[in-house]
């Protein structure tokens, strides 16, 4: 019964390849997100999405491309990975009217080599 | 000038220490206040939550916030080493629907 689910928790590939990871929220919250987390720890927000709708599209490579085919999912396609691509991919989802407290995933660790 | 800045640390502390753990913000249009906490290889997991300048209670953590000077703090009493992880603050804007993180303060309590 995991509430913010993504598949799959580790990814290694080489670089050129298109890879996708997969996301689910079983909380019935209306907003997910997709963050990028660095060596350093700092979480970046990339992609937002209310009720399928994408809401914030940060400065992000267009190798990067979310998709939203209902409201409890939320996928990270990124073609033409790079080694720069590697880190730690988190999914998130939050309900509006909850001032904006997310719930996390465990993580995607991507390694590109 | 980031708009939410944190002290990275790291910061390492005895067994029972108060730890008190800020982050700095510029945008007065934050209106709601979180931490997480982020264990190694874990994802964030949501802490404390308040929206009004003043304290906020929960067991050995206290939450803090002073919107006059855009600055929020988190407290730990007694802290122990289980408490050890990344604590990251979070900064909501209803308008632009966006959770902007500090860099995140790794702490380690030592037994």
């Known amino acids: 019964d995991t509430a913010v689910s993504q598949t799959p928790k580790y990814l290694v590939t080489q670089m050129g390849n298109d890879k996708s990871i997969k996301c689910e929220q079983n909380l019935g919250h209306d907003t997910m997100y997709w963050y990028k987390q660095d060596s350093k720890k700092f979480l970046k927000i990339m992609f937002s999405y209310n009720n399928k709708e994408l809401i914030i599209n940060e400065t992000v490579p267009n190798r990067f491309s979310p998709k939203s085919p209902d409201k409890a999912h939320l996928n990270l396609h990124i073609n033409s990975l790079e080694l720069g691509d590697s880190a730690v991919y988190f999914c998130a989802s939050s309900q509006v009217e909850a001032g904006g407290s997310a719930f996390f995933g465990q993580g995607t660790r991507l390694t590109v080599v | 000038q980031k708009e939410v800045e944190q002290d990275p640390g790291p910061l390492s502390v005895p067994e029972g220490a108060i730890v008190s753990l800020n982050c700095t913000y510029s945008?007065?249009?934050?209106?709601?206040f979180m931490w997480y906490r982020q264990y190694s290889r874990k994802g964030p997991e949501l802490l404390m939550y308040t929206y009004s300048s003043g304290n906020k209670e929960d067991g050995r953590f206290t939450a803090q916030v002073d919107k006059s000077s855009k600055y929020i703090s988190l407290f730990i009493r007694d802290s122990q080493p289980s408490d050890s992880a990344t604590y990251l603050c979070a900064l909501y804007s209803g308008s632009a629907r966006q959770l902007t993180f500090g860099s995140g303060t790794q702490l380690t309590v030592l037994p």
């Open positions: 945008n007065s249009a934050f209106q709601y």
